[in-house]
């Protein structure tokens, strides 16, 4: 079991930047795949980006290729979300989550546990 908490979202002017964290409980951190959601209102849940047990490879959605980046640390139980040159269409409440697979997938039901969320807000 795995309890996650993010932090970091806020408001940020467009092609702003922002680094989303997600502290991890237990000592099976490096047992779980990561990954990063968000959903805006009135839409469904989105992937965003994801990384390996070992953090060797990662995955991103097509909208956010060479703008944001997930590094983890497996040593402080921690998985970050660094988001550069923000767009409006960027805003939504991103979630982290785990999954306990080797694979990176894609879809939220491949991911057992998540976060609260946290809003990212940015505007024009």
């Known amino acids: 079991q795995v309890q996650l908490v993010e932090s970091g979202g806020g408001l940020v002017q467009a092609g702003g930047s922002l680094r989303l964290s997600c502290a991890a409980s237990?000592?099976?951190?490096?047992?779980?795949?990561m990954g990063w959601f968000r959903q805006a209102p009135g839409k469904e849940r989105e992937f965003v980006a994801a990384?390996?047990?070992?953090?060797?490879?990662?995955r991103y959605a097509d909208p956010v290729k060479g703008r944001f980046t997930i590094p983890r640390d497996n040593a402080k139980n921690t998985v970050h979300l660094q988001m550069n040159s923000l767009k409006p269409e960027d805003t939504a409440v991103y979630y982290c989550?785990?999954?306990?697979?080797?694979?990176?997938?894609?879809?939220?039901?491949?991911?057992?546990?998540w976060g609260q969320g946290t809003q990212v807000t940015v505007s024009s």
């Open positions: 990384i390996s047990r070992s953090g060797a490879r990662t």
């Open positions: 237990g000592r099976t951190f490096v047992s779980y795949t």
């Open positions: 989550a785990a999954a306990n697979l080797a694979c990176i997938g894609i879809s939220p039901a491949g991911y057992d546990h």
